[in-house]
T-cell receptor, first 116, second 113 residues
Framework: AQTVTQSQPEMSVQEAETVTLSCTYDTSESDYYLFWYKQPPSRQMILVIRQEAYKQQNATENRFSVNFQKAAKSFSLKISDSQLGDAAMYFCAYRSINNAGNMLTFGGGTRLMVKP | DAGVTQSPTHLIKTRGQQVTLRCSPKSGHDTVSWYQQALGQGPQFIFQYYEEEERQRGNFPDRFSGHQFPNYSSELNVNALLLGDSALYLC????????????FGIGTRLTGT
């Protein structure tokens, strides 16, 4: 079974600065998807960024980018030019490419605080 | 275009009671998944429904059951409620297949007393 670990329960960043959230995972599969989701106080999970394991290029979405290290099983999220609206819980998630469904395995989350 | 809608948003039930939560998927989606998110933790997969059948199930007891209707909406039922079942229950919908992104609702906050 796959596991996802987020070792930082809380992180803090100054507005306009850059912050990196860490995620490691364990799997015996060679192909899979990795995700970062944001959960603001409104509770709705919002997809931030997605990475396919077979792609060597790191995914980027505007101010959000990842550092995907497949051999190390590491998948960190970098948020540049942090904004007050970035404050939320962030969850790293894994999805197998092999099963028929699209079940996600989530990490425990990192609470990001943004200081004005 | 309505996204994923869940009802109710909050629910308080007594230990031992049966609970029913409801989910309407995003328009055009045919697959519904349910997750349990305990306070301060990441969501845990309960099960997934496709074509009105349970296709995949996580590590949850049989007290947790579900149903998908012909219009793709879904119900999550919890029998013999335990205090430990208190959590946020998230519904997510998608198109069938591992390449389709999940769209989440805002969840139902279930509190057992």
């Amino acid at each position: 079974a796959q596991t996802v670990t987020q070792s930082q329960p809380e992180m803090s960043v100054q507005e306009a600065e850059t912050v990196t959230l860490s995620c490691t995972y364990d799997t015996s599969e060679s192909d899979y998807y990795l995700f970062w989701y944001k959960q603001p106080p409104s509770r709705q999970m919002i997809l931030v960024i997605r990475q396919e394991a077979y792609k060597q290029q790191n995914a980027t979405e505007n101010r959000f980018s990842v550092n995907f290290q497949k051999a190390a099983k590491s998948f960190s999220l970098k948020i540049s030019d942090s904004q007050l609206g970035d404050a939320a819980m962030y969850f790293c998630a894994y999805r197998s490419i092999n099963n028929a469904g699209n079940m996600l395995t989530f990490g425990g989350g990192t609470r990001l605080m943004v200081k004005p | 275009d309505a996204g994923v809608t869940q009802s109710p948003t909050h629910l308080i039930k007594t230990r031992g009671q049966q609970v029913t939560l409801r989910c309407s998927p995003k328009s055009g989606h045919d697959t519904v998944s349910w997750y349990q998110q305990a306070l301060g933790q990441g969501p845990q997969f309960i099960f997934q429904y496709y074509e009105e059948e349970e296709r995949q199930r996580g590590n949850f007891p049989d007290r947790f059951s579900g149903h998908q209707f012909p219009n793709y909406s879904s119900e999550l039922n919890v029998n013999a409620l335990l205090l430990g079942d208190s959590a946020l229950y998230l519904c997510a919908s998608s198109l069938e297949g591992p390449n389709s992104p999940l769209h989440f609702g805002i969840g139902t906050r279930l509190t057992g007393t």
